[in-house]
């Protein structure tokens, strides 16, 4: 496939599971459209952290499917049991500080 012809409605390519050089782990090839511009950032933000491109996508990806797990629990609580009231959530903040900065 066409790295220039791909659009962003293309299926991603995974290749063939392979061992890890390291032997950690099993790894896959994973192709992807990106917007322009995206990889400078990826490779910029990667350097800074001491991480290869594939290494920062990887974790990247990672805290993403965290998030959508969280977000999954969350609607079954709130399925379950009603939405969180404010002062929940207020209560949720202040146990989680960090939260508050972003």
């Known amino acids: 496939m066409d790295a220039k012809r ?5 299926p991603l390519r995974v290749a063939k599971r392979r061992k890890a050089a390291s032997g950690h782990s099993a790894t896959e090839k ?3 459209t990106i917007r322009r511009g995206r ?3 990826i490779r910029e933000q990667a350097r800074k952290l001491g991480l290869s491109d594939s290494a920062y996508v990887d974790e990247a990806i990672a805290a993403k499917l965290q998030l959508d797990a969280l977000a999954e629990f969350v609607d ?10 404010e002062d929940e959530i207020q209560a949720a903040l202040a146990a989680w500080p960090s939260a508050q900065d972003q």
């Open 6 to 10: 791909t659009t962003a409605n293309q």
């Open 30 to 32: 994973l192709s992807a």
């Open 39 to 41: 990889k400078a950032e």
């Open 76 to 85: 079954e609580l709130e399925e379950q049991h009603g939405p969180f009231s």
